[in-house]
């Protein structure tokens, strides 16, 4: 049954129960990640001091979780009968799949294996409420609402990560982040332990990794981007010793949840390279790294190196049972190499074309040492990069080409693309969000993820084992950073990976975020509520332009002024989209009943002589960041200073970019603004010029100087001593791409990004 229908016959049955009892009323489970089926049945399960519990050693981990959970979050005691009961069924094909079944007078959960039932228990425990998960429930009775849920995940991977190499946390805030992703039925965690910026595992037989790669000795202050670059000098480091990382994965197995380590190489690896500088390719010493980005510091290929990273490995395989090892692969520059004899020599050696072909030759060689160890690798998808190792499984985070190139090649894939999975982006145009390091992925966007690429067969998808949520730690210095990073965004991956696209609905989702977030609240984690946050669309249409706010919120209601002040509940309610025909600043807030809700919205719109034309581009957007289209650069709003992925910004990866656009008439031009942004860190390189042609006149270069700034913004002059403008109906605008990026830059040999905002003209 499909959810909307689902929805439809819950209300009903609601509504049917509500009319023949006062006392009865079936209410809609607010379950995340939503499941499969779920049917709502009359009455109610009384959960007291009467209840037993029974379950063999084949449910171990999920009875003890669930008695647990009941006994420790309340004061009810369970009995040792069959009220609640957990029953093996091996109809159930899927090993993760379950059937929860709430009766009057029994519970039951019949699964396959342990794993299922785990799962069930989760869907359980959300039906319970919030008290129980920081015991002050008061309640000796819980009354539980009969249903019957039906539930398999839609992927066998579903995954978060977290980089504890450049900001570390500690052991029980890791064993918190396991806990959640097992309560969202999410099974694998990602845990990215060596960086640039330090080395953060125990390895026995390389000291100098605890007494030196684990530390560095300060911390860049502010954003990469802000110069000149100041740092708080203060040392700054530690390490898991291998003790805390058996702790650490023993308590995620008891959650059914897999650790896959990841040790980089053969770039992100200054850390190392400090604590044994023979590692590298010229032996001079260096620090630890205490600013973000790429270094050129990385192995070198010769075999102590090799010899090195396979002892590494040895302990690394006995700390962790996982069947994968991510060994990185990403972002290495090649610099040194092109250098270092030691390295032509391999690649002479070994019959190599170039240093993209010894990147392959290093990755095969780690992957065939892991292979004969029982190992499999995973990494990057620059392990794409002059050839595929044999058996790895790519994570593809360039956006899905990656994916694609492996997945045709019979190769499994993880998806992670930066465009919805990199939860270290901005999730809010607020000013005050906290820094992050760029972007923009809001809550709806991680929503609408599909990890199937739309270019593989039916036969390639199943190389598609799931998806990823990332969180990298450059600018999250502390646990409630990073939660505030993750959460809600983690609710929406989870969605993303564990249920049927058929049952997906966001404006629903948002519902079940609203009431999610009172368990979030008694967790004690720290997320952002942007739920109560306004979007805003400038629409033209038959010569008129207006101005539409929405809510995801359905119960809520918008207010809004346009002079300025603050709305409150006196201010005019929204009904219908606001006439825009000069400039304008509004100013909206989400309303209940008694106060407002969430952040003032505010939008200024520069009414120019461009709003409404017609505008055309030769190429389209790139799909992850396509804005509000090509009619967004014309109208009259302007993106965010840092988050360029917002629905202002229009990406275009490695192509030339020619923008034309019809103004109806001819018209004077005295002046037209162009804004690109240039975030290097993030691959993103403002044109160094820009040509502008009127009509059939002659083509105009504009150099573009200044290079630091995260954003260039270009004015066209048009005034000149025969005349203050220009008399024109067409203004086409050639932009070409930077090209590739340079060596020493992050994202170095790839093709850069163009983003594009808004093109005002006056």
């Known amino acids: 049954m499909s959810f909307k229908k ?11 129960f509500n009319c023949k009892s006062e006392e009865y009323r079936a209410e809609i489970p607010q379950i995340i990640p939503i499941p499969s089926t779920q049917t709502i049945n009359k009455g109610y399960f009384v959960l007291d001091d009467n209840v037993g519990i029974s379950y063999d050693d084949t449910f171990k981990i999920s009875g003890d979780f669930l008695r647990h959970f009941i006994e420790n979050g309340s004061e009810i005691k369970l009995k040792n009968n069959n009220d609640i009961q957990f029953i093996k069924d091996e109809t159930i094909n899927n090993k993760e799949g379950y059937t929860l079944d709430i009766q009057p007078y029994q519970i039951s959960i ?12 989760q869907t359980l425990r959300q039906l319970l409420p919030k008290e129980f998960e920081n015991n002050s429930t008061s309640e000796e009775k819980i009354s539980i609402q009969c249903m019957t849920i039906t539930d398999e995940p839609q992927f066998k991977y579903r995954g978060m990560h977290l980089d504890v190499g450049r900001h570390m946390f500690s052991v029980d805030f890791i064993k918190k982040y396991i806990d959640a992703l097992a309560m969202l039925k999410m099974n694998t965690f990602h845990w990215h332990l060596t960086e640039d910026q330090g080395w953060r595992i125990e390895i026995k037989k390389y000291p100098k990794l605890q007494e030196l790669a684990a ?20 040392r700054y480091g530690g390490f898991y010793t291998q003790e805390e990382v058996k702790d650490i994965v023993t308590y995620a197995q008891s959650r059914h949840v897999t650790v896959i380590p990841e040790i980089e190489l053969p770039g992100h690896a200054q850390a190392a390279i400090s604590a044994y500088p023979d590692l590298g390719c010229t032996g001079e010493q260096v620090d630890v790294a205490t600013k973000w980005g790429v270094f050129e510091h990385i192995y070198c290929s010769k075999d102590e190196t090799f010899n090195f990273l396979e002892d590494v490995l040895d302990e690394v395989i006995t700390l962790f049972p996982s069947e994968y090892i991510h060994i990185g692969g990403d972002e290495a520059p090649k610099t040194k190499w092109k250098t270092c004899k030691q390295c032509q020599n391999r690649i002479k050696s070994e019959g190599l074309k170039d240093e993209h072909e010894l990147q392959n030759y290093f990755i095969t060689r780690i992957e065939t040492y892991l292979n004969a160890k029982g190992k499999q690798i995973i990494g990057w998808d620059e392990i794409l990069e002059g050839g595929l ?13 990656g994916a694609v190139e492996a997945a045709k090649q019979k190769h499994n894939v993880v998806m992670t693309p930066t465009s919805h999975c990199y939860f270290d982006y901005y999730q809010s145009t607020n000013a005050d969000e906290p820094t992050a390091i760029g972007g923009f992925l809001p809550l709806e966007k991680v929503y609408s993820f599909n990890p199937i690429p739309e270019e593989l067969t039916e036969d390639e998808v199943q190389y598609v084992l799931g998806a990823q949520g990332n969180i990298w730690t450059e600018y999250m210095p502390t646990q409630e950073h990073v939660e505030y990073m993750a959460f809600p965004r983690m609710l929406a991956m989870s969605e993303v990976v564990w249920s049927k696209s058929d049952n997906k609905d966001y404006t629903n989702f948002t519902q079940r975020v609203e009431h999610f977030n009172k368990r979030l609240d008694a967790l004690s984690i720290n997320y952002a509520n942007h739920l109560y946050e306004i979007s805003g669309e400038l629409v033209s249409k038959n010569n008129t332009t207006s101005y539409q706010l929405s809510t995801t919120i359905q119960d809520k209601h918008i207010r809004f002024t346009l002079d300025g002040s603050e709305p409150n509940l006196a201010s005019e309610l929204y009904t219908q989209a606001i006439p825009i025909n000069t400039s304008q600043t509004i100013k909206a807030a989400v309303f209940n009943s008694e106060k407002r809700l969430g952040a003032v919205f505010s939008e200024t719109i520069n009414y120019h002589k461009g709003v409404g034309k017609t505008i055309t581009i030769n190429k389209t957007p790139h799909k992850s960041y396509s804005g509000s289209g090509p009619q967004g650069l014309i109208n009259g709003i302007s993106g965010s200073d840092s988050r360029y992925g917002d629905k202002e910004w229009l990406g275009f990866w490695g192509e ?10 001819k018209i004077d031009v005295y002046t037209i603004d162009m804004r690109f942004y240039n975030g290097e860190g993030q691959w993103i390189y403002a044109p160094k010029y820009v040509n502008v042609i009127y009509d059939d006149l002659e083509e105009r270069k504009i150099i573009l100087n200044k290079r630091n700034e995260l954003q260039h913004d270009v004015k066209i002059n048009n005034q000149n001593k025969q005349r203050k403008s220009v008399l024109t109906r067409y203004i086409k605008i050639k932009v070409p791409n930077y090209g590739t990026i340079p060596d020493g830059k992050q994202g170095a040999g790839n093709k850069a990004w163009t983003f594009i905002d808004e093109i005002i003209i006056n």
């Not at 929805?7 to 509504?15: D, G, R």
């Not at 190792?389 to 080409?401: E, F, L, Q």
């Not at 030339?656 to 008439?665: A, K, P, R, V």
Request: proline share 3%; no cysteine.
């Open 389 to 401: 190792a044999p058996n790895a499984t790519v994570m593809s985070w360039r956006g899905t080409k």
């Open 6 to 16: 689902i929805v439809a016959l819950s209300v009903f049955i609601s509504f049917l």
């Open 656 to 665: 030339d970019i020619e923008i034309t656009i019809d103004l109806g008439e």
């Open 215 to 234: 530390f560095r000795n300060e911390t860049l202050i502010g954003h990469y981007s802000d110069q000149p670059h100041q740092f708080d000098g203060k």
């Open 110 to 121: 019949r699964t396959n294996t342990d794993q299922g039932a785990f799962y069930a228990v």
